[in-house]
C-alpha cells in the first residue's frame, strides 16, 4: 500500500556529516507531517525533526544548530541533512509520514530505520 525507504545511514568520525533520505511510495493521495526519530541502545525513541506539508520545521534541542530538515513534495520525499556529528547522536533513525491515500484519512507510516554510528 504505502512504503517509507531510507537510506543514507552509516559510519562517520565525530564532526562528519550525513545526510538521509527517505521516500514514500505507493497509494498516496497525499502527504502530510513528515519526521525523523531516532533510537539510541537502552533508551527511547524521540523525535529528531519533522515538518509540515507547508514547509515549517521543528527540531530537539539536542540537535538545533546542526540538522536540518527538508522535504521535496514532489518526490515525497523528506531528508535530514546532520553536520557536526557527536558520538551522541549514534541511533537508528527512522522516518515517519502522515499519508493520506484516496479515499480515507490520514495514517502514520514508518520506515524500516537506518544505522548512524559516530565513532573515531
Known amino acids: 500500500q504505502v512504503q517509507l525507504v531510507e537510506s543514507g545511514g552509516g559510519l562517520v568520525q565525530p564532526g562528519g556529516s550525513l545526510r538521509l533520505s527517505c521516500a514514500a511510495s505507493?497509494?498516496?493521495?497525499?502527504?502530510?507531517?513528515m519526521g525523523w526519530y531516532r533510537q539510541a541502545p537502552g533508551k527511547q525513541r524521540e523525535l529528531v525533526a519533522d515538518i509540515t506539508s507547508g514547509g515549517s520545521a521543528s527540531y530537539a534541542d539536542s540537535v538545533k544548530g546542526r540538522f536540518t530538515i527538508s522535504r521535496d513534495n514532489a518526490k515525497n520525499t523528506v531528508y535530514l541533512q546532520m553536520n557536526s556529528l557527536k558520538p551522541e547522536d549514534t541511533a537508528v533513525y527512522y522516518c515517519?509520514?502522515?499519508?493520506?491515500?484516496?479515499?480515507?484519512?490520514?495514517?502514520?507510516?514508518w520506515g524500516q530505520g537506518t544505522q548512524v554510528t559516530v565513532s573515531s
Open positions: 515517519n509520514a502522515e499519508v493520506e491515500i484516496p479515499r480515507a484519512p490520514p495514517v502514520d507510516y
Open positions: 505507493g497509494s498516496i493521495f497525499s502527504i502530510y507531517g
